[in-house]
């Protein structure tokens, strides 16, 4: 009895100090939970504590102000779950508060919707952990809320303008392999992304670009970036598009970002560029030639008809300063006459060749119907003028180009065609004025001068591709037409220019 009593009294002993052991550990836990509350007031973080059992929400003062809660006094859970968080997302944070109440999950990270001060609904990661316990199933789930919604806009922009461009973008390693390419690598190269991104820049090049390429990718092996390098990449169907690379290493992350920028259409501008200078320097040398052979034939005009002729009548003259000596003076006379009559022709000839009056004085189809006339008399070609629609008053431009482009026509075919019959057919249409000059010549292939990629081969030398510039500059057209089994048909089509652009 003396055993029991004894044992039982240390039984009760040992419950008492148990008892004043754990109350003492409740008060410490429960006076440092208070702390915790009161720090939170002051943390300019969005900061959330959940104090449990009673499950009461404390609130940081920044993440109040966010929420738009005024009052400090702590809310139930299901009143912020009501109040601040989307119905299907309840659910989800509620079990996640349950599992670290429960001691299944010492830290939970989710994301959810919470409607802000606002109004709006923002898309919140909140990372959740408990502090510790206070004994009794008590204690604090401490969690921060982090606004996503703005990072998120940024994501979505970034992939969007990187999906939207039209310049080919790309996040590739150092080996030269595209870890990330944009839509525009499948629609320019059209490779899917998989085949884009299974081969190496190396291997994407043009065979004989390939070594720039191995010297530019050893250059950002080396973190020096690679600036507007011109490479032709392949394509799906084996065919090559130029690209201009760029792309720019990060060594400490082993990345490379990569632009590139489709210049295959600028590249054909150069080419062409090129071949209408080479066509230039020729046609340049071809008129100097030209001048060089007008002059000299203008030169013997003057010197073997205008100057004989001249001294001709003026020896003549000289005789009828003795006319005791003459047997008929009067013959003399008109001998000198008829030279001078000749002379005088001659030079109204040639002023017409060079520069018509009647283009000014009468008109254009007066001046083509008289050039047609001075083509068989002088040349020797059957040439006739046909006159269609009523005529109307042209700008000098106007009249001056189609003039010149039909003289140039006609020397064309009786140089070059081999033609006996040629026709200059003159239009006046409701919206157009049309030059058309027909001929039966031995005529040419047109494909195959089209063909030409060195030289443009348009006929006629630098009088015809002078025309062809100048109508383009008033927005006309020159057409050519003709096969190599004979016959050939150059038209030049202007617009009719209104009022205001004659004033222009």
Known sequence: MILMSLLMGCAAGFLVMWGFLALRGWLWRRRQQQRMLLDLRSLNLPLMMIEFPGDKIHFSPVLRQDLGIESVTPMTLEQALSDHVEERDHDRIGELVRDIKSGKHVYREAEFKVRYADGRWHEVEIQAFRLGTCGLRAGVLAATLVDRTQSRVIEEERDRLFNLSIDLLAVGDMGGYMQQVNPAWVRVLRWSRDDIMAQSFIDLLHEDDRDRGRQAQAELEQGMPVRDLELRTMCRDGSHRWLSWSSFPLLERRTVFTVARDITDR??????????????????SQLATVEERENRRLAEILHDTLAQDIFAAQAKLSLLKYPEKLENPEEVLQGAADILAHTSELTRSLTFELFPPALYEVGLDAALEWLCRSIRKTRGLECAFSLKGEPIDLPQDMRTLMFQGARELLGNVFKHAKATVAEVSLMYE???????????????????????????????????????ERVGQLSGDLSIESSPHGGSRVTITLPHQHDEDIQE
């Open 430 to 468: 409701e919206d157009s004025i049309v030059v058309r000059v027909d001929d039966d010549g031995c005529g040419f292939d047109l494909p195959s001068l089209a063909g030409d990629d060195d030289v443009d081969q348009t006929p006629g030398g630098f009088g015809l591709f002078n025309i062809r």
């Open 267 to 284: 590249k054909a501008d150069e080419k062409q560029l090129q071949r209408y200078q080479l066509r230039l320097q020729q046609l340049a």
